[in-house]
């Protein structure tokens, strides 16, 4: 799908879409429970949350949809495979947490994905298969994955540059085996704030593990999950792209305000607020909402090691602040649904930006405004093409964003979202 976007000016006030991190793992949670219903309120069925719901539906859990919610009656961590084909679609967080998930029971699984996540890294399970001898078959590590067998209980080494996903998939599956075991994180752990909200959900479920400063993991076997009510709280990187809207905006009178965001969330994508406050945007931050307004931003430097999403917004605004902003610490995004240093620097350019990819960083020269009359693309990535909508607004021509689909991704809506903000976009 194509859309033409004209530029022009994002005001109003914006319901922000609850966290896909956060309803990943209360879905599992609740899925692995045992002994009553669990509801789960606020979500959007996303791509990669319906992927997720079905998955865990498939595995034996009784799960009623609602428009916004799911009741949903758990497995008890039986993992029953009637059909052993998993497919992920583009979802990361469900292919890693669910891999260890699955294993918990002697199982026989196939794990199958869509685009980008067919080549996405697996390798540090293959090194836990290798080591318990655990039967694997892939075509040079790529997708589709056979598995056989059960995981162990033990000491499972992990190295904390990769994704924290793998972490939090063996912090899912540990607790339902029989013997205790330990996660042990070599070199610093990346990601602190995502581990967090996986230790969040699992206390709510009943589930205990000790965290010794993120450095080891002591989880008890032989545990179970219990029932819970939870409300997904407000996504901050999808926050993200309204508070870049509304700082970029060209009339001075205009604001936005974001709803359903929490004051004291432990989303590592709240980092946000830091990020632009550093770079002086007019910004006023309530309990549960949050106020943006036009500002001269100015640039500085953003290590996106904590916050990888939130690195090709982030790049807009440096595009449109004063002097130099630098984004370091990136080599995960070459990873994601595209190589997101290498896209966001690709399309932004064709609209005016100075951007330089250097290395595993972007260094970027600001300029007053973006020229656009000409077509972009998304690169079938979510947050490129949300980015890329936002980039717009500050431009002098309309522009054509090829790919614009990918929003369902993890934010179905955004489209719809966006005219309700006042854009003006036709679809072809």
Request: proline share 3%; aromatic share 8%; hydrophobic share 35%.
């Amino acid at each position: 799908m194509k859309v033409k976007v004209k530029p022009g000016i994002l005001n109003g006030t914006i319901e922000i879409p609850p966290s896909k991190s956060y309803s990943h793992r209360a879905v599992i949670a609740a899925a692995l429970a045992s002994g009553g219903k669990s509801k789960i309120d606020n979500l959007k069925f996303s791509v990669d949350i319906t992927t997720t719901t079905d998955i865990m539906e498939n595995w034996g859990a009784k799960i009623t949809r609602g428009e916004n919610c799911l009741e949903i009656i758990g497995n008890s961590g039986n993992i029953i495979t009637e059909n052993k084909y998993i497919q992920c679609n583009e979802s990361g967080s469900t292919i890693r947490f669910l891999i260890p998930v699955g294993l918990t029971k002697e199982n026989e699984l196939i794990f199958d994905g869509k685009g980008k996540l067919v080549d996405r890294p697996l390798d540090t399970y293959y090194k836990i298969f290798d080591k318990q001898k655990i039967f694997y078959k892939t075509e040079k590590g790529k997708l589709p994955l056979e598995i056989k067998g059960k995981l162990q209980s033990g000491i499972y080494e992990i190295d904390g540059n990769i994704s924290s996903q793998f972490i939090t998939g063996l912090l899912y599956a540990l607790p339902l085996l029989e013997g205790n075991s330990e996660i042990v994180i070599n070199k610093n752990l990346e990601s602190k704030g995502y581990i967090d909200l996986t230790l969040e959900i699992l206390k709510l479920a009943g589930i205990e593990i000790i965290n010794n400063g993120y450095k080891t993991f002591d989880i008890k076997g032989k545990q179970k999950y219990n029932p819970f009510d939870y409300t997904v709280e407000g996504d901050y990187s999808q926050v993200a792209f309204w508070i870049v809207a509304g700082i970029i905006s060209s009339n001075r009178d205009n604001k936005i305000k974001c709803l359903h965001v929490n004051k004291d969330s432990l989303q590592s994508d709240r980092e946000i607020i830091e990020i632009v406050q550093r770079m002086v945007a007019n910004i006023e931050i309530y309990d549960d909402y949050i106020i943006v307004k036009p500002s001269k931003t100015h640039g500085t430097v953003i290590d996106v090691s904590q916050c990888p999403d939130i690195a090709p917004i982030l790049t807009v605004l440096g595009a449109l602040s004063k002097g130099e902003t630098r984004i370091i610490n990136a080599e995960r995004l070459r990873i994601k649904e595209s190589d997101r240093i290498t896209s966001i620097k690709t399309e932004l350019n064709k609209l005016g930006a100075k951007i330089e990819e250097i290395g595993d960083s972007l260094v970027i020269q600001g300029v007053d405004g973006f020229k656009g009359g000409v077509t972009v693309n998304s690169w079938n990535d979510h947050r490129i093409a949300m980015s890329l909508a936002i980039a717009s607004t500050r431009c002098e021509k309309e522009i054509v964003i090829e790919g614009a689909e990918s929003v369902k991704k993890s934010y179905p809506h955004f489209w719809e979202d966006f005219e309700k903000m006042g854009g003006e976009i036709s679809t072809f």
